[in-house]
């Protein structure tokens, strides 16, 4: 009697000979491969081994996560401006104070900003000397040293010295490094920076003749610490 033992199967890859269908000891026969077949079926099979298989298909999206929590409302402070006017201050000042304001900066790191606006006019003395005067604020006595000074020049040539032109001008700056506090701002005028070197004269000048003098100061809260860079 013969008794067949249990035919037994496993996932092992076959090697090439069993892919050619040329076993060893069996009668198994398939059809015949080419170089190249065997090559693309040898490196199918090495793949096989390692676990290299075909990429899988897209898996499905996940679930929308839920809504976040409502923020805090944003909140804007309100802004800190003072305007001072004159009306027709009508200054023949040469030198010196001509006009100031009180105001009261909250903190120590914002900036202040002005914006100054009025009649100006500058007459030379003869026909012979150019004149040349300058308009700038002090904050508590001191010019601004950061960045700059606040001010305007106005320069004549001598063969207008019969003229009598008033022009309606606008100086606008910031300053920053002034203390909290109550802060002393006023409008100087002075001789031009080059007075000394070229000999200007100071003429004729005259501010807010017959018109509205107006100065707006606000504190300004800065991103940066440094308004601007030197060219």
Excluded at 81 to 103: D, Q
Excluded at 172 to 197: A, H, K, S, W, Y
């Amino acid at each position: 009697m013969n008794i067949e033992g249990p035919h037994t199967h496993t996932d092992k890859p076959h090697d090439l000979d069993d892919i050619q269908g040329k076993a060893k000891g069996t009668n198994i026969t398939g059809p015949e491969l080419t170089k190249d077949e065997v090559k693309v079926t040898r490196q199918q099979c090495d793949a096989d081994r390692r676990g290299n298989g075909k990429q899988g298909m897209k898996g499905e999206s996940g679930q929308r996560g839920l809504v976040g929590m409502k923020g805090a409302s944003g909140h804007c402070p309100p802004r800190h401006i003072l305007h001072a006017t004159w009306r027709a201050l009508n200054s023949n000042h040469f030198e010196g104070p001509l006009l100031s304001t009180i105001f009261v900066k909250e903190f120590f790191g914002t900036a202040l900003r002005l914006t100054w606006s009025g009649d100006l006019r500058l007459k030379a003395n003869s026909e012979d000397v150019p004149a040349c005067r300058r308009w700038y604020f002090t904050f508590n006595g001191n010019e601004c040293v950061n960045p700059h000074p606040i001010d305007a020049q106005l320069y004549t040539e001598t063969q207008m010295y019969l003229d009598n032109i008033h022009r309606h001008t606008t100086i606008d700056g910031m300053c920053q490094g002034l203390f909290n506090g109550r802060v002393l701002i006023e409008l100087n005028i002075g001789p031009c920076r080059l007075t000394q070197q070229l000999g200007f004269s100071e003429g004729y000048p005259f501010t807010g003749w017959d018109t509205t003098t107006s100065l707006i100061v606000e504190e300004i809260h800065l991103i940066t610490n440094k308004l601007g860079e030197d060219n």
